[in-house]
């Protein structure tokens, strides 16, 4: 089978001091631990991403997706675990013992992150063309002329009018924000896109555009793309794969179809079911 272009090995991230109980595989509330109160967010959670394929993440909420998702992109610290990046020296280094520097690398080169709340991936006064522009001076571009032509190339990418470029995306919509952090995340031609809930509060009409989008985005740059949604008509319309996540372990993975067509797990099947 072909190398992923992203690894993950036993990450686990937990808040708490931890407890012999806890430690040594005791049953949790949950993801609590009922005598120490530690919260096991994420537990001994194996992943791997492959060359242009998207794989998509469901489960409740506080299942541990998003903890997932964002401690990959290096905004929560992880606990234990390793991780390793095809495109990140051969993939031979743990991506999570690496220098703030390193770490800052990776997320300007190699990964790109759009949020549920755009409030997290843009800032908001700044224009739309200066916040791709933050993201392109972040990995070292200094020509204003070639830095201009990306803006513009990457804009109609995502359908923004090139007329709108300078303005802020306060004044856009839930949709268009969403476009513009996408194509922020594009910038720098990241082997690896991770959007976290970004259809959750759209409209239907705008959340069918921004799924478009992201399969013309795969079709067009053969990115390999991590997608968290609660919604299972968006994990059947987009994901090759998908992982079932519930209190923060993977219970379930496989094919897309073969997941939502024939669940083996009672909690994939109630999951399944109660969205028919």
Known sequence: MENPVLKIDHLTV???????????????????????????????????????????????????????????YFDFDITEGEGYLKNFEDGKSDIFAQSLQQ????????????YQNPMLGLRMDYSSAGNIAEKLIAAGHRSYDGMNERVAELLDAVEIL?????????????????????SKALANNPAILLLDEVTTGLDLSVQAKV????????????ISIMLVSHDLAVIR????????????????????????????????????????
């Not at 808040?15 to 537990?43: M, S």
């Open 14 to 72: 937990r808040y708490g001091k931890t407890c012999e109980y806890c430690r040594n595989g005791g049953e949790l509330d949950k993801n609590t631990c009922p005598h120490c109160k530690t919260v096991w967010a994420c537990n001994d959670v194996d992943v791997s991403l492959y060359e242009g394929e998207i794989l998509g993440i469901v489960g409740e909420s506080g299942s541990g997706k998003s903890t997932l998702m964002k401690s990959l």
């Open 103 to 114: 770490k800052k690398y990776i997320k300007n080169h190699i990964m790109g992150m759009v």
């Open 162 to 182: 090139q007329s709108r470029k300078k303005e802020p995306p306060k004044n856009f919509s839930g949709g268009m924000q969403q476009r513009v952090q996408i």
């Open 211 to 222: 799924l478009e989008l992201i399969r013309k985005i795969r079709q067009e740059f053969h």
């Open 237 to 276: 319309m987009l994901a090759d794969r998908t992982i079932v996540m519930l209190d923060g372990k993977i219970i379930e993975q496989g094919l897309t179809d073969q997941i939502l067509d024939d669940p083996q797990m009672p909690y994939t099947q109630q999951l399944v079911h109660s969205l028919l």
